[in-house]
């Protein structure tokens, strides 16, 4: 049987409810989920996905974790994402993917079309668009064929084309739009496949990190255990008519 929830109006009917807006932007639980049971967070080593594994555990989830430092889970690489995958024992009503990076090998985002490089932009298209692509391929045997279970990956906002008014950032901006596009593509193709499944792209808001940490300066920010309960209330609200969306972290739809 699949998971027995609570729900409120669907989040792309989100804004003919102003409570149930109201209650995510409080930062609340969310529309009461009864039975999430299994969960896997990959890059659950960084400062959301490990904030994300805690608060699941707290809820009493039974939560597997994978990540490159603990676990040698290489996103940017097929065979170490398809060995990893393969050791898990499914189905999971959440896969979420937490890993993902700004400034990679040392090379910082762009601030001009001029510090474009081939590599860097390679690296972020590997890591923020071609790993979660990979989870999301592996993914597919250990979610339930039917009822109700989330695959979701960390996106951003600022992957979002409708909402660039600064420019810069190219290529993370170039890859998390990417993702979007392989979050879309794959709800359309699961909707086939795993009748219940919502596969999403979320925007966490913006998140005392590590990834932050160089770059954030006044710009206000929340820590990590504060996103993650943001995050589980916006996936505790999601319905089937969500799935194939990019949603923030009070669950209003994101621009592509
Ligand atoms: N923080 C924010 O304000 C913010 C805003 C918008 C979007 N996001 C998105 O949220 C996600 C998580 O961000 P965060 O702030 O939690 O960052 P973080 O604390 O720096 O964590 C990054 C995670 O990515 C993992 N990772 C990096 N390269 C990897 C690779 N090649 N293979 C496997 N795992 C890899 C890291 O693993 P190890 O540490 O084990 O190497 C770590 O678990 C990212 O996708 C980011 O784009 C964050």
């Known amino acids: 049987m699949g998971p027995l ?14 409570k149930q807006e109201m209650h995510v932007e409080a ?16 890059g659950a080593s960084g400062g959301i996905g490990g904030a994300l594994a805690t608060a699941l555990h707290q809820r009493g989830v039974a939560v597997s974790t994978l990540s490159r430092s603990v676990d040698g889970l290489d996103i940017t690489h097929e065979a170490s994402v398809a060995r990893a995958m393969a050791g898990l024992h499914g189905p999971f009503d959440l896969v979420l993917v937490a890993s993902g990076g700004l400034e990679i090998d040392g090379m910082a985002p762009e601030k001009s079309l001029r510090q474009i490089d081939a590599q860097a932009m390679a690296a972020q298209f590997a890591l923020n668009c071609i790993g979660p692509a990979l989870v999301l391929k592996y993914a597919l045997p250990l979610l339930p064929r039917t009822g109700r279970c989330v695959f979701a990956a960390l996106s951003a906002r600022v992957g979002s ?15 998390k739009a990417a993702l979007n596009q392989v979050i879309h593509t794959g709800a359309i193709e699961l909707a086939r496949s795993h009748k219940g499944a919502i596969c999403v792209a979320l925007h966490p808001g913006t998140v005392q990190t590590d990834f932050t940490q160089k770059y954030l300066g006044r710009h206000p920010a929340v820590p990590p255990a504060t996103a993650a309960a943001n995050l589980l209330a916006v996936i505790d609200g999601l319905q089937h008519p969500d799935s194939g969306g990019f949603f923030d972290w009070q669950g209003k739809s994101v621009p592509w």
Do not use: Q
């Open 5 to 18: 929830c609570f729900m409120a109006p669907s989040y792309t009917d989100r804004f003919a409810n102003e």
């Open 161 to 175: 084309i409708g909402d660039n008014r600064l420019g810069g950032w190219v290529s993370y901006r170039a890859a």
């Open 27 to 42: 930062g609340g639980l969310g529309p009461i989920c009864l039975a999430m049971e299994n969960a896997l967070i990959i």
